[in-house]
């Protein structure tokens, strides 16, 4: 019984310990959400606007990009919430991190990171509109095949417009790879030489994540793979020699 009252008493501590962390988090991701929900609604709400926006981006002479269904509208609005609302809450996430974070840091350290706020916004954007590019590519590929093999090309809106919110999403979130990677090396839950002994395994993990998304050909996955290994290149080469951060 004694043990029993005694495991009680150190959860209970625990309990109190960390509960303003947990309201914290709790509070800062309730913002996330929110943040979300608006965004969404405002995207689901324009949903026309925004789809006519992606059809001139994609607009090839001669590429069909029909309705299969009376009921797509449904679908186009929802997939049109989503797409602004992905786009507002990822940078904010960032934000909300850095802030978190906060007590927990120096002075000197919070400032040399603080930069990476509008950078992380800048990321996600420079993401967001390279898997857009990348959909592109592949639409013109798709073009190009059908006119070489003489055939009708029909592309079903909502899939075109899901794949294309896939991608950019999952490739503006692998740009933000930096913002993570430098926050873990300041805080020393990686150390420096460390990652840079596990450039292999990230390079893996960085294909797996390229091959995750919608484009299946080759050149498609090297192209997407790319941009994600120069960014982790790069990150180690600010921190090394902007940050100092192999020196912590």
């Given at each position: 019984?004694?043990?029993?009252?005694?495991?009680?008493?150190?959860v209970?501590?625990?309990?109190?310990?960390?509960?303003p962390?947990l309201?914290?988090?709790?509070?800062?991701?309730?913002?996330?959400?929110?943040?979300?929900?608006?965004?969404?609604?405002?995207?689901?709400?324009?949903?026309?606007?925004?789809?006519?926006?992606?059809?001139?981006?994609?607009?090839?002479?001669?590429?069909?990009?029909?309705?299969?269904?009376?009921?797509?509208?449904?679908?186009?609005?929802?997939?049109?919430?989503?797409?602004?609302?992905?786009?507002?809450?990822f940078?904010?996430?960032?934000?909300?991190?850095?802030i978190?974070?906060?007590?927990?840091l120096?002075?000197?350290?919070?400032?040399?990171?603080?930069?990476?706020?509008?950078?992380?916004?800048?990321?996600?954007?420079?993401?967001?509109?390279?898997?857009?590019m990348?959909?592109?590519?592949?639409?013109?590929?798709?073009?190009?095949?059908?006119?070489?093999?003489?055939?009708?090309?029909?592309?079903?809106?909502?899939?075109?417009?899901?794949?294309?919110?896939?991608?950019s999403i999952?490739?503006?979130?692998?740009?933000?790879?930096?913002?993570?990677?430098?926050?873990?090396?300041?805080?020393?839950?990686?150390?420096?030489?460390?990652?840079?002994?596990?450039?292999?395994?990230?390079?893996?993990?960085?294909?797996?994540?390229?091959?995750?998304m919608?484009p299946?050909?080759?050149?498609?996955?090297?192209?997407?793979?790319?941009p994600?290994?120069?960014?982790?290149?790069?990150?180690?080469?600010?921190?090394?020699?902007?940050?100092?951060?192999?020196?912590?």
């Amino acid at each position: 019984m004694p043990e029993t009252e005694k495991i009680v008493s150190e959860v209970e501590l625990a309990i109190i310990k960390y509960s303003p962390f947990l309201a914290e988090i709790r509070r800062r991701t309730l913002f996330v959400i929110s943040l979300f929900i608006i965004s969404a609604a405002i995207g689901f709400i324009y949903y026309e606007r925004i789809i006519t926006l992606v059809l001139q981006i994609f607009s090839l002479k001669g590429l069909n990009i029909v309705f299969t269904s009376p009921f797509q509208f449904l679908s186009l609005a929802i997939n049109s919430a989503l797409l602004l609302g992905s786009v507002a809450v990822f940078p904010a996430v960032t934000v909300q991190a850095l802030i978190f974070v906060k007590p927990a840091l120096k002075k000197s350290e919070f400032k040399s990171l603080i930069v990476l706020i509008p950078l992380g916004f800048l990321l996600f954007i420079s993401g967001f509109t390279y898997g857009v590019m990348m959909m592109k590519y592949v639409l013109i590929i798709f073009f190009q095949k059908s006119i070489e093999l003489n055939i009708g090309n029909f592309i079903d809106v909502s899939l075109l417009l899901s794949q294309v919110l896939l991608t950019s999403i999952l490739m503006g979130i692998g740009f933000q790879f930096p913002i993570g990677l430098t926050i873990l090396m300041r805080l020393k839950i990686f150390g420096y030489h460390q990652v840079v002994k596990q450039r292999l395994l990230v390079y893996g993990v960085s294909l797996v994540f390229a091959a995750l998304m919608p484009p299946t050909d080759l050149l498609s996955l090297l192209l997407l793979f790319l941009p994600l290994a120069f960014l982790f290149e790069l990150t180690l080469l600010c921190n090394k020699f902007l940050l100092k951060t192999h020196h912590l």
